[in-house]
C-alpha cells in the first residue's frame, strides 16, 4: 500500500505544482518585465558614469505598487538597497534586502529567485531630481514555474534532513541498545513483561510471553507515554527487529508488527509537552488545559487503531467461510459497540469533561517546574535503574552495554533509505501545493459538517505527515488566532492526540526491511481520524465554539 501513497504524494505533487505554475504564467501574476517606479537615496554621491557600488534606502509609494502590480497594499514602504554599476558590461543591477515592511509579492517572488533575503532587479532608466536624490524605474528578474523550483529546493533539502536524521540516531540508539542489553541480561526485562502479560497474551498472542519483543515493546511505549521521544525511538526500533526474528515471511509485515505500529501512530502521551511550550510561548493563560483533552483524543486514536489493526488481520476471508469467520471473531465486533457505548455515556455524563478540570489547578509556571524536572530526572533515572539493577545481579554491564551499543549504527544506517522516499515525497506533495489547493478543499465538504473550522483543517491534514511542519501550522495558527481561542485550543489538542504516522512507517518497517505493509497503514490513517475526531468532540464539549 505504501508504493501507491508515495507514488500518489509524488504525482499529486508535481501536479500540482505544473498546474499553479502555468495558472501563474497564464495570468501573470508575477507582472514580468513590468517596471516600478522607486525613489533611491544613497549615502555617498551618485555618478552613474563610472563603475562603483552604492549603499542606501529605496522608497516605494504604495499607489505605484499597486499599479504595477494589480495589488492593493495601504502605504508606502521602504527598504535598504545597494546598486551595483558596471560599465564595462553596461549593467546596472539593484539589490533589494526584504524586511517586514516587503510586501507579500515581493517576498515571494525572493523566495522563487533562490534567496529570500534579497531582491534582484536592473535600473532601465533615472533621472536625478532635487538633493542628489534618484527617481527610477526598475524591473524585477522575471519569475516562472515557482512551484516546480520549490519542489525541487525542497526535495533536495529534506533527502539531507533525512540522512542527518537516521545518523544523530546512531548515538542515542547506541546508549540505549545498551542500556537495554543489560536490563536484558539482569532479567529485567523479562519481568516486565510478565506483569503486562494478561494485556500482550491478548494484544499480540502471536508472540511468546517471554520473548524479548515484548520487553521492547513495553519500554517503547512507556517512554512514548512519558515524551520521552529520544528513548521511544530505539526501543521501538529494537522491537521491530525482535518481532521479524518470528517473522515466517521476510519482507511482509506480521500481524504483531502492524498492531504495535498502530499503538504507536496513535501516540498517547500523558503530557503533551511540546504543544504545551507552544502555548506557553504564546501567551497562553492556562496552557496545560489542553491535557485531558489530548489524552482523549490519543485514546481514542489507540483504541480505533487497535480494533482496526485487529480487524484487518482477520481479513480477507475466503469464499463461503463467512459463518466460520463470524463465530470465531463475533466477540470483536461487540468489543467494538461497548467501546462505542461507553464513550457516548461518559460524554453525557460530563465525565469526559472533568478529564480537563483536573489539570485547572496547574498554574504554568508550576508546570514548566514539573516537566523541567521531569525532563531533567529522567533519563538519568532509568541509566541509573537499568545498570544498577545489572549490577546488582553480577551482569559484567560494560561489557554488556559495549554489545549491545554496536547494533546501534546498523540500525541507523539501515534506515536512511526508507527515511529518504518517505520524507521526499512528502516534501513535494507539500511543495507543490496539492495539500492546500486541492486536498482541503475538499475534505472542507465533509469537515465542515462536523463543526470542525477550516483555519484547524490544515494541522489535522500535516500532522500525520510530518512532526515539524505540523510544529509549524501548529504556531502559526496560535499566532493568528490565539492560544486560548477555540482554534488554538483545538489545534494544539490535535498536536497532542496523534503522532506523524507516515514517518513512524517509513523509520519502524525499514529497520527490518519491510516492503508489503500489509493493513498498517490504513490502522495508522484510521487512527489518526479517530484522534483528530475526538478532539474536535471533547473540544467543543469543554470549551464550546
Not at 34 to 46: G, I, W
Not at 293 to 314: H, N
Not at 442 to 470: F, H
Request: glycine share 8%; hydrophobic share 50%.
Amino acid at each position: 500500500m505504501l508504493n501507491w501513497v508515495w507514488l500518489s504524494l509524488i504525482v499529486l505533487g508535481i501536479a500540482s505544482a505544473l498546474y499553479i505554475d502555468i495558472s501563474d504564467i497564464a495570468t501573470d501574476k508575477y507582472h514580468n518585465n513590468q517596471p516600478v517606479t522607486v525613489n533611491l537615496y544613497f549615502d555617498n554621491s551618485f555618478n552613474p558614469d563610472s563603475s562603483a557600488s552604492y549603499k542606501g534606502t529605496a522608497e516605494v509609494d504604495a499607489s505605484e505598487f499597486n499599479s504595477a502590480y494589480d495589488e492593493s497594499i495601504k502605504s508606502d514602504f521602504s527598504l535598504p538597497v545597494t546598486l551595483n554599476i558596471n560599465k564595462k558590461e553596461n549593467r546596472a543591477v539593484l539589490l533589494f534586502e526584504v524586511s517586514d515592511e516587503t510586501p507579500p509579492l515581493w517576498k515571494e517572488m525572493a523566495m522563487a529567485s533562490g534567496d529570500e533575503n534579497k531582491i534582484i532587479a536592473k535600473l532601465s532608466s533615472f533621472s536625478v531630481v532635487e538633493n542628489g536624490n534618484i527617481k527610477a524605474k526598475v524591473i524585477l528578474d522575471e519569475i516562472n514555474f515557482v512551484r516546480l523550483k520549490k519542489v525541487t529546493n525542497e526535495s533536495i533539502n529534506i533527502a539531507g534532513v533525512a540522512v542527518k536524521i537516521a545518523l544523530g540516531l546512531i548515538g542515542i540508539m547506541a546508549m540505549w541498545l545498551g542500556v537495554m542489553k543489560v536490563a536484558d541480561k539482569a532479567g529485567l526485562i523479562r519481568k516486565l513483561a510478565n506483569l503486562i502479560r494478561p494485556v500482550t497474551k491478548k494484544l499480540f498472542p502471536d508472540v511468546p510471553p517471554d520473548h524479548p519483543a515484548i520487553g521492547a515493546m513495553l519500554m517503547n511505549i512507556s517512554a512514548n507515554m512519558l515524551g520521552l521521544g529520544n528513548a521511544a525511538t530505539p526501543f521501538g526500533l529494537k522491537a521491530m527487529e525482535e518481532l521479524d526474528k518470528l517473522n515466517p515471511n521476510k519482507g511482509v509485515a506480521t500481524n504483531a508488527m502492524v498492531t504495535f505500529l498502530a499503538i504507536n501512530t496513535a501516540g498517547l502521551t500523558l503530557i503533551p509537552a511540546t504543544a504545551i511550550a507552544v502555548r506557553a510561548a504564546s501567551g497562553s493563560t492556562d496552557p496545560a488545559i489542553i491535557i485531558g483533552p489530548s489524552i482523549f483524543g490519543a485514546t481514542c486514536a489507540t483504541v480505533t487503531g487497535i480494533i482496526a489493526a485487529k480487524l484487518f488481520e482477520k481479513f480477507p476471508v475466503k469464499k463461503g467461510e463467512f459463518g466460520v469467520w463470524w463465530q470465531e471473531n463475533w466477540k470483536l465486533p461487540a468489543f467494538v459497540i461497548l467501546v462505542i457505548l461507553f464513550f457516548i455515556i461518559a460524554s453525557v455524563t460530563g465525565v469526559l469533561s472533568a478529564i480537563g478540570s483536573v489539570f485547572s489547578f496547574i498554574s504554568p509556571e508550576l508546570l514548566k517546574s514539573v516537566m523541567q524536572i521531569l525532563s531533567t530526572v529522567a533519563i538519568p533515572f532509568l541509566l541509573l535503574f537499568f545498570i544498577g539493577y545489572g549490577a546488582i545481579k553480577k551482569v559484567k554491564v560494560y561489557e554488556e552495554f559495549v554489545e549491545g551499543a554496536k547494533e546501534g549504527f546498523n540500525i541507523a544506517v539501515k534506515i536512511i533509505p526508507y527515511l529518504v522516499a518517505m520524507l521526499v515525497g512528502i516534501a513535494v506533495f507539500r511543495a507543490g501545493g496539492a495539500l492546500d489547493n486541492w486536498l482541503v478543499p475538499v475534505l472542507k465538504v465533509v469537515t465542515n459538517p462536523l463543526g470542525m473550522p477550516p483555519e484547524a483543517l490544515p494541522m489535522a491534514l500535516i500532522r500525520p505527515l510530518s512532526g515539524s511542519g505540523s510544529l509549524g501550522v501548529m504556531a502559526e495558527i496560535i499566532s493568528v488566532h490565539g492560544a486560548d481561542s477555540f482554534i488554538g485550543v483545538l489545534v494544539s489538542t490535535f498536536f497532542g492526540s496523534t503522532e506523524t504516522t507516515f514517518y513512524v512507517l517509513a523509520v519502524y518497517f525499514g529497520v527490518v526491511n519491510i516492503r508489503k505493509t500489509r493493513h498498517a497503514l490504513a490502522a495508522g490513517l484510521l487512527a489518526d481520524v479517530a484522534g483528530i475526531l475526538g478532539a474536535l468532540f471533547i473540544v467543543r464539549l469543554m470549551f464550546g465554539m
